[in-house]
Nanobody, 111 residues
Framework: VQLQASGGGLVQAGGSLRLSCAAS????????VSWYRQAPGKEREWVAG???????NYAEFVKGRFTIARANTENAVHLQMRDLKLDDTAVYYC??????WGQGTLVTVSS
C-alpha cells in the first residue's frame, strides 16, 4: 500500500492550489483519509479528514478555505486550498486510517 501526495508548489497569498493523494494497492474510498501539515519548526497538525461515507471535517484554521473531496475514479483524495495565507506554508501529508502516510508535498505561500 502506498500513498503519493502531489500538487504542492509556490503560490502567492490569496491564491489556490489543489493537492492530490493517490493510492496504490488499496481502494482508498473504503478508508478514512486525512491531510496533515507540518510548518518549519512546528509540530505536525491535522488539517482535514473525510470518512468512507463522505463525512468531512476541518481544522478551524482552514474552514471555509479548504475542501477535501474524494476522486474515486482516480483512487485519490484531493485537498482544494483557496485564499492561501502565509501561515499555510508547510509540508502537507496525506494519511489513510491514520496508519499509512504519503511522503509529503511542500506548499509555499509568498507575500
Amino acid at each position: 500500500v502506498q500513498l503519493q501526495a502531489s500538487g504542492g508548489g509556490l503560490v502567492q497569498a490569496g491564491g489556490s492550489l489543489r493537492l492530490s493523494c493517490a493510492a496504490s494497492g488499496v481502494v482508498l474510498s473504503r478508508h478514512s483519509v486525512s491531510w496533515y501539515r507540518q510548518a518549519p519548526g512546528k509540530e505536525r497538525e491535522w488539517v482535514a479528514g473525510i470518512s468512507p461515507r463522505g463525512t468531512r471535517n476541518y481544522a478551524e484554521f482552514v474552514k471555509g478555505r479548504f475542501t477535501i473531496a474524494r476522486a474515486n475514479t482516480e483512487n485519490a483524495v484531493h485537498l482544494q486550498m483557496r485564499d492561501l495565507k502565509l501561515d499555510d506554508t508547510a509540508v502537507y501529508y496525506c494519511a489513510m486510517a491514520g496508519s499509512t502516510w504519503g511522503q509529503g508535498t511542500l506548499v509555499t505561500v509568498s507575500s
